[in-house]
């Protein structure tokens, strides 16, 4: 064991993965740091070899090849899977020889921002796992050797597995899909080119200054090139995809965005009908309507805490077929692998579609009506965003408001509900409400704004 020790910027060590600005809380060394402690405790664990993969990022290639570096020092094998989304990279974990998996990846964040996501014996390797892995790093107790490299490509694999499980047979359906310049660009163009049907691809190209907008499909800004294409080639419907392909976005054929809690009542009837009573998950952002839609249908609702390692745990405790998240993450275990996949959630919504007598439009119509706002996200530093939502949560308790604090806080009152939690993976508060009424939903958020400016900090622009 060698015992120089190495601190991290304390930021970065996120709830679920680790995140930081590249030359600012994230540094090269950093990534040669991570790859000497995860390795040191993946051979701690009776592990060996481990897979990697990295997105399209600028800082990507460096991190990923100092990381490696790491990883090698302490006698670790490693696989090198190379450039892709991080679905492929989760694949490479699942079906290779390997004992672990890591992808250098940034997500939706922006171009100068960068991290890591992790897996250990095909589960999510997050929360106290790497509070660990900061402690071994500063300790400097790191294991010696040196580890073999090699290279093997995964994606023509990835790619068969996600066409294996279309189910729509030949119905043409017109659908344009938008990669946002992201590391899915080139696993989208193989898929689609094997589908039934047209299909309009954009921003294809993976390019780490993503030209032609943010890839984060959860803010309408960056849908309204999808949008004008839909119209313009009057596509059935559209997909978008954020920066590493493990979150999805869809809009209808009229331009209409369906929400994580939207499009996911979709994929639960397709669930339920096969497997009754079947449990079905949703973070605490989904709308009232998914869980009582769920359970309408015959299935279990339930809901769970926002973050994908942490849905991904409760799915495999609950032995739940499908759960999601308001923010895109889909997570299917029916014929699959239980991880977020956008590219596979779309081949999902694709099949269930063209199997239908109805589009995607027609279902938007047909859901309960309820009005509310986005996932609306605003600032508020590292430092101060989770101690905001215990002192709101402390004084709602102090008057008796019914409450649930699975994550953050959910209010519920008699116009609906309103909710308060920390982001894990930006200095940001994450707020919504929903109600009956937009006199209903002004009160909620009058509610919300009270609670945020007794805590000093602005309320959003609703």
């Known amino acids: 064991m060698t015992n120089v020790g190495h601190r991290f910027d304390p930021t970065i060590l996120r709830e679920y993965d680790i995140r930081g600005i590249i030359d ?68 490479a974990a699942f079906t290779l020889p390997v004992d672990a998996g890591i992808m250098v990846t940034g997500s939706h964040n922006p171009p100068t921002h960068n991290g890591f996501k992790m897996v250990l014996c095909k589960k999510p390797f997050f929360g106290e796992d790497i509070q660990r892995l900061g402690r071994a790093a500063a300790e400097g107790k790191f294991a010696r050797g040196k580890g073999a490299v090699s290279e093997k490509s995964v994606m023509a694999d990835y790619v068969a597995r996600i066409l294996k499980d279309y189910d729509g047979g030949d119905r043409q359906l017109t659908v344009a899909w938008d990669a946002g310049n992201g590391a899915g660009g080139e696993a989208m163009k193989l898929i689609t080119a094997k589908l039934p049907g047209k299909h309009i691809l954009l921003n294809e190209v993976i390019d780490g200054h993503f ?189 008796g408001a019914e409450i649930s604090s699975i994550d953050g806080v959910r209010v519920k009152t008699k116009d609906g509900w309103w909710l308060l939690r920390s982001s894990n993976t930006q200095a940001v508060l994450v707020a919504r409400a929903e109600a009956h009424d937009e006199a209903g939903l002004e009160r909620l958020k009058a509610l919300l704004s009270e609670q945020l400016l007794a805590s000093g900090v602005t309320p959003p622009k609703f």
């Not at 701690?44 to 090849?65: C, F, I, N, Q, Y």
């Not at 590493?244 to 639960?268: P, T």
């Not at 999601?324 to 099949?351: C, K, P």
């Open 211 to 399: 030209p032609a907008h943010h890839p984060d499909p959860s803010e309408l800004k960056n849908l309204v090139q999808l949008q004008e294409v839909v119209a313009k080639e009057r596509c059935d419907f559209g997909i978008a995809f954020d920066g590493d392909a493990d979150r999805i976005g869809i809009i209808d054929g009229k331009g209409r965005v369906l929400w994580g809690d939207q499009f996911m009542v979709l994929m639960a009837r397709d669930i339920v009908r096969n497997q009754p009573g079947a449990t079905i998950i949703a973070d605490v952002k989904a709308s009232q309507v998914f869980f009582d839609e769920v359970a309408r249908m015959g299935g279990t609702p339930l809901m769970w805490r926002t973050g994908h390692s942490l849905i991904k745990s409760k799915m495999a405790e609950t032995g739940a077929p499908l759960a999601g998240e308001m923010s895109g993450h889909i997570f299917y275990a029916d014929r699959y692998y239980g991880y977020d996949d956008a590219l596979y959630a779309a081949v999902r919504v694709l099949g269930i579609v063209a199997r239908g007598d109805k589009s995607l439009a027609d279902f938007r119509d047909s859901l309960p009506t309820v009005v509310n706002t986005p996932e609306l996200r605003f600032p508020c530093a590292d430092d101060r965003k989770f101690a905001v939502v215990d002192e709101v949560k402390a004084r709602l308790e102090k008057i």
């Open 24 to 91: 600012e809380t994230l540094h090269v060394p950093d990534a040669h740091a991570i790859g000497r402690s995860f390795g040191t405790m993946l051979l701690e664990s009776g592990g060996k070899t481990v897979a990697v993969g990295r997105d399209g990022r600028l800082s990507s290639p460096s991190l990923e090849a100092a990381l490696v570096e790491g990883l090698t020092s302490v006698g670790v094998d490693v696989v090198r899977v190379g450039l892709g989304p991080t679905p492929m990279l989760y694949f």
